[in-house]
């Protein structure tokens, strides 16, 4: 039974980016790092975490910005949102979770780097990390998700 309703659609606050989304995510999650921190001038960041494949840039030519360091943040260069990040060595894309157009049923499933974090910023994700998860770590994690992990309404 496919309860994601795909596709999903999104792009950044002025509309010159665009894209779909033709893949179940594997994980939903917010980033405490001092860096996502920056990067969203907020406690934390949102991502969903999809298969490469499975995200398509519709419309648009995102600019690097961000960290420039082993992942590639991709942003508006006309409004300057940070819509997406290409993970360095890895098949998948993590999306702005505020970008899709309907984002209101996203919550984290999993936070990551609470060390880093406002004490008074937690989640309630059902998984919570200090740091970054081992990565024998992410197959459960993505298991569990798939199970529980919140659906669009």
């Not at 920056?38 to 961000?66: Q, R």
């Not at 998948?92 to 984290?108: C, Q």
């Amino acid at each position: 039974m496919d309860d994601w309703k795909l596709p999903w659609v999104g792009g950044c606050m002025c509309g010159a980016i665009r894209f779909t989304i033709s893949a179940r995510p594997l994980l939903t999650m917010a980033c405490h790092c001092t860096g996502c921190q920056k990067l969203s001038a907020s406690a934390y960041s949102l991502t969903i975490i999809v298969p490469g494949g499975g995200f398509m840039l519709d419309k648009g030519e995102p600019v690097a910005g961000g960290l420039h360091r082993e992942h590639r943040q991709n942003y508006c260069p006309d409004c300057k949102n940070w819509v997406f990040t290409n993970v360095a060595g890895m098949d998948i894309v993590n999306v702005r979770a505020t970008m899709l157009d309907d984002h209101a049923w996203i919550t984290p499933f999993a936070e990551v780097n609470t060390a880093e974090g406002y004490a008074w910023a937690r989640t309630g994700a059902e998984l919570s990390y200090p740091g970054a998860p081992a990565m024998e770590d992410y197959p459960k994690a993505i298991e569990a998700f798939a199970e529980r992990g919140p659906r669009p309404g």
